[in-house]
């Protein structure tokens, strides 16, 4: 069965370093998303990309979070100068459409520690 | 805004018994979609049911079902015959009609005994 894959797994970087997380979503799906889990707390939406451009996004993703699909099967989260907030499990899904009946599949995640 | 509660942050089940895990969730919509993801570890969050706040009835997937009490905005999965596959966190999950991202609880830590 297809699945939604990310990487690094893990990753560890400096409080102001830049950093890019990867995704390769389902290839059929259309609709790509990015969430991410503060230890101990919930999962929270961060944004939501359909057609190359961004079609949702919450409070939490502010000018140093950017999204992009550079070349049709990656979908990267980047941070700009990341902060030690910003430490957190980030979640990729993709989905063929968005609606609630099409299952959005989430990846197993990327740890991103902030030193 | 949207919240939704697990106040079960652990459980634990004896093979082959029956446990139930409790959702509230909060909102002002009057259409929206509830959720249950299964995250077993290490691995990626899966859908596990799904129910439309439209209907009355309780959506059913062979041994998980859930008693969806929209009065009381309250959102429980029954896990029957719990085996050992359903060790997992499990993340209770709403969306509004009018968008598709999720909004999750913090989650319930299930064990399944043997």
């Known amino acids: 069965e297809p699945e939604v894959t990310q990487t690094p797994s893990h990753q560890v970087t400096q409080m102001g370093q830049e950093v890019i997380l990867r995704c390769v979503p389902i290839?059929?799906?259309?609709?790509f998303y990015w969430y991410r889990q503060i230890l101990g707390q919930k999962v929270e939406f961060l944004v939501s990309?359909?057609?190359?451009?961004?079609?949702?996004k919450s409070e939490i993703f502010d000018d140093q979070f950017s999204v992009e699909r550079p070349d049709g099967s990656n979908f990267t989260l980047k941070i700009r100068s990341t902060k030690l907030e910003d430490s957190a499990m980030y979640f990729c899904?993709?989905?063929?459409?968005?609606?609630?009946?099409?299952?959005?599949?989430f990846g197993p995640g990327t740890r991103l520690l902030v030193l | 805004a949207q919240t939704v509660t697990q106040s079960q942050p652990e459980m634990s089940v004896q093979e082959a018994e029956t446990v139930t895990l409790s959702c509230t969730y909060d909102?002002?919509?009057?259409?929206?979609?509830l959720f249950w993801y299964k995250q077993p570890p290490s691995r990626q969050m899966i859908l596990v049911i799904r129910?439309?706040?439209?209907?009355?009835q309780n959506a059913t997937e062979n041994r998980f079902s859930v008693n969806f009490q929209k009065a009381a905005k309250s959102f429980s999965l029954k896990i029957s015959d719990s085996q050992l596959g359903d060790t997992a966190m499990y993340f209770c999950?709403?969306?509004?009609?009018?968008?598709?991202?999720?909004?999750f609880g913090t989650g319930t830590s299930l064990t399944v005994i043997p």
């Open positions: 129910q439309e706040a439209y209907k009355q």
């Open positions: 999950a709403f969306m509004k009609a009018t968008g598709n991202q999720f909004y």
């Open positions: 290839s059929n799906h259309l609709y």
């Open positions: 909102t002002s919509e009057s259409n929206y979609y």
């Open positions: 899904a993709s989905g063929e459409g968005p609606f609630y009946q099409e299952t959005q599949y």
């Open positions: 990309f359909y057609n190359n451009e961004i079609s949702e």
